[in-house]
Nanobody, 126 residues
Framework: QVQLVESGGGLVQAGGSLRLSCAAS????????MGWFRQAPGKEREFVAA???????YYADSVKGRFTISRDNAKQTVYLQMNSLKPEDTAVYFC????????????????????WGQGTQVTVSS
């Protein structure tokens, strides 16, 4: 079992920045590839970014160049630095963990992730 707790959401003006954190506890953090997803009202949950144990990253086209995902394996924490925020980035952001035996694998589908955090609200005003 892995427990994930997100923090760092809030209200920010367009063009601003926020840094989300996801603290993991439970099983060995190194066994998990990590991802961030978001869900806006009335929409399906969508992929934002993913990072492998070794630090390989992948981003949705909508956030590429503006968001950066990273992880600190010693602290068992994954981060999402969000810059140049837009009103369309408004959503609840979820952290997720996917068990893997590969140090290099990352995943982009929701059904590839076994564990999810409770989410943190990000609101970007225009």
């Amino acid at each position: 079992q892995v427990q994930l707790v997100e923090s760092g959401g809030g209200l920010v003006q367009a063009g601003g920045s926020l840094r989300l954190s996801c603290a993991a506890s439970g099983r060995t953090f190194s066994s998990y590839s990590m991802g961030w997803f978001r869900q806006a009202p009335g929409k399906e949950r969508e992929f934002v970014a993913a990072v492998s144990w070794s630090g390989n990253t992948y981003y949705a086209d909508s956030v590429k160049g503006r968001f950066t995902i990273s992880r600190d394996n010693a602290k068992q924490t994954v981060y999402l630095q969000m810059n140049s925020l837009k009103p369309e980035d408004t959503a609840v952001y979820f952290c997720a963990a996917a068990y893997t035996t590969s140090n290099y694998a990352y995943y982009i589908d929701t059904d590839q992730y076994e564990y999810w955090g409770q989410g943190t609200q990000v609101t970007v005003s225009s």
